[in-house]
């Protein structure tokens, strides 16, 4: 592993692997901790804002470029940002079962199937990780 590619990055990459990081970590630990109580919310806030800066923070990367300077990647980007209100907006109305799909689908497609795509060779983070 060597943070060199990571550390060489635009400020925007980095900014996106933060909120990544923070993302997935928040998430995993939501999924096995229980829910409805008072740190569910706060780490459920985090995790919604660190979504959100993934999810604005690509709109400044163009590293794949198949429409223009735009990929399939900015399409999830604004559905996760579509997605993401919905979700809060589910659980402020008690409808914790549209809440727990919602959120959910934006951590197994928005970051870890996103973020999978991520380690295939060539790509900043299997260079991060994996080296050469």
């Known amino acids: 592993m060597t ?3 990571l550390l060489q990055a635009t400020l925007a990459i980095q900014i996106h692997v933060i909120a ?3 993302a997935f970590i928040l ?3 939501q999924l ?9 919310r706060a780490m459920g806030w985090i995790w919604s804002a660190a979504m959100a ?3 604005i923070s690509s709109f400044w990367i ?3 470029k198949l429409w223009g300077s735009w990929s399939p990647i900015h399409l999830l980007s604004i559905l996760t940002l579509v997605g993401l209100p919905a979700a809060l907006y589910a659980a402020r109305q008690r409808r914790f079962r549209a809440h727990k ?6 951590f197994v497609f928005a970051l870890l ?9 060539g790509r900043l983070m299997h260079q991060t990780l994996f080296g050469g």
């Open 32 to 40: 096995a901790l229980p829910k409805g109580g008072g740190r569910h």
């Open 20 to 22: 990544a990081s923070v």
């Open 53 to 55: 800066t993934l999810a």
């Open 62 to 64: 163009h590293e794949i």
């Open 113 to 121: 199937t996103a973020g999978l795509f991520t380690l295939l060779p």
């Open 101 to 106: 799909r919602g959120m959910l689908a934006l």
């Open 3 to 5: 943070l060199t590619p």
């Open 27 to 29: 998430g995993a630990a």
